[in-house]
């Protein structure tokens, strides 16, 4: 079964900083790993989707790598403003059961605060 | 552009009473799932359906029931809300779930249903 963990699971830094969000999963035969926002109240909104074969994803600030071999994602944010202050999750998708289907797997989210 | 559309945003029901969550896209989209989402927890797979008429069972499906007549619409029903059903409950689309075709998730802004 597919565990997805997020460290830190609150994360407060000042404005301007770099920072990164770390995702670890523990099955390595992931179709891709997708990284969302989740604004207080409201739902998820996707980011960055990594396939499995691509190493890196960039969006903006936002870069987002992976290492299947090592069951890791992170999630770099350059230069980092209020704006950004959100929960940040990651999910790996899986095949459902021995389908043609995926099944995301979510980890609990990393709060961050930047401050200004 | 609506995207996925939820109703209603917040729910109080009596333990026992039954009732059904609402979920609609308009983007044409073949892949539509129901999550929950608890405090430590994460995101949870409820059900899913791969097109209209196909439905399948994900991580939590107990105490729900699901059914697609239409490609737009995925309702969601409690048929006796329990206070374990407590929580904030999304649904979320994707043009096809195979999980070839990489495409990400989007999700509607949640239901808050509190069981008392």
């Known amino acids: 079964k597919q565990e997805v963990t997020q460290i830190p699971a609150a994360l407060s830094v000042p404005e301007g900083e770099n920072l990164v969000l770390n995702c670890s999963f ?7 790993l997708q990284w969302f926002r989740q604004d207080p109240g409201k739902g998820l909104t996707s980011l960055l989707l990594i396939q499995s074969s691509q190493r890196e994803q960039t969006s903006g600030r936002l870069n987002a790598s992976l290492d299947k071999s090592s069951g890791r994602s992170t999630l770099y944010i350059a230069a980092s403003q209020p704006g950004d202050s959100a ?8 095949n459902a059961g021995g389908t043609s289907y995926g099944k995301l797997t979510f980890g609990q989210g990393t709060i961050l605060t930047v401050h200004p | 552009n609506a995207g996925v559309t939820q109703t209603p945003k917040f729910q109080v029901l009596k333990t026992g009473q039954s009732m059904t969550l609402q979920c609609a896209q308009d983007m044409n989209h073949e892949y539509m799932s129901w999550y929950r989402q608890d405090p430590g927890m994460g995101l949870r797979l409820i059900h899913y359906s791969v097109g209209a008429g196909i439905t399948d069972q994900g991580e939590v499906p ?4 699901v059914s697609r ?3 737009e619409d995925f309702p969601l029903r409690l048929l006796s809300a329990a206070p374990s059903q407590t929580s904030v409950y999304f649904c979320a689309s994707s043009l096809t779930g195979k999980y070839s075709s990489n495409q990400p998730q989007h ?7 509190s069981i008392l």
Not at chain 1, 88 to 94: G, I, Q, V
């Open chain 1, 26 to 32: 523990t099955d390595s035969a992931i179709y891709n």
């Open chain 1, 87 to 94: 929960t940040y999750l990651c999910a790996a998708l899986t």
């Open chain 2, 62 to 65: 107990n105490g729900y029931n």
């Open chain 2, 69 to 71: 007549s239409t490609t």
């Open chain 2, 107 to 113: 999700f509607g802004d949640g239901t808050r249903l």
